[in-house]
């Protein structure tokens, strides 16, 4: 997939992960991409290259903490790359896409502690 996005990908200023020795120690080892953190992201794209099928991986580094507005930033690149929502035509260079935040969301850091305790 890369070569078809490659221009695209180009054009948008995205990094492409670095790429680093598979076994350090080793001076002929191959390259490989590591995605510390990333859960099964790796072995999918490992798996998607050895069946080659097309892939894309679209990463953002984070700190611990509310990462809604990481989410939401993550998904507004996807949108710049794809355009899957258009910006208004009134508008063009609003930022503020019509995104919704699940309702789930709500409570990803539990239900606070009650005003009682206070």
């Known amino acids: 997939m890369q070569k078809s996005v490659q221009n695209k990908i180009k054009s948008l200023n995205w ?5 680093s020795k598979c076994i350090p120690e080793m001076s002929d080892s191959e ?5 510390p953190g990333g859960g099964i992201t790796k072995t999918l794209y ?3 290259c050895s069946k080659e099928i097309q892939m894309a991986v679209l990463l953002k580094f984070v700190s611990e903490g ?7 930033s993550l998904v ?10 258009k910006p208004s035509s009134n508008n063009p260079t609003a930022s503020a896409l ?6 789930s969301w709500r409570l990803l850091f539990g239900s606070g502690l009650p005003p009682a305790l206070f």
């Not at 390259?31 to 995605?35: G, K, N, Q, S, V």
């Not at 509310?66 to 939401?72: E, G, Y």
């Open 98 to 103: 019509p995104w919704k935040i699940p309702s």
């Open 46 to 48: 490992d798996e998607s």
């Open 15 to 19: 990094l492409e992960m670095e790429k």
């Open 76 to 85: 507004e690149y996807l949108n710049e790359w794809l355009q899957i929502v």
């Open 66 to 72: 509310d990462n809604i507005p990481d989410a939401v």
């Open 31 to 35: 390259f490989c991409i590591r995605i």
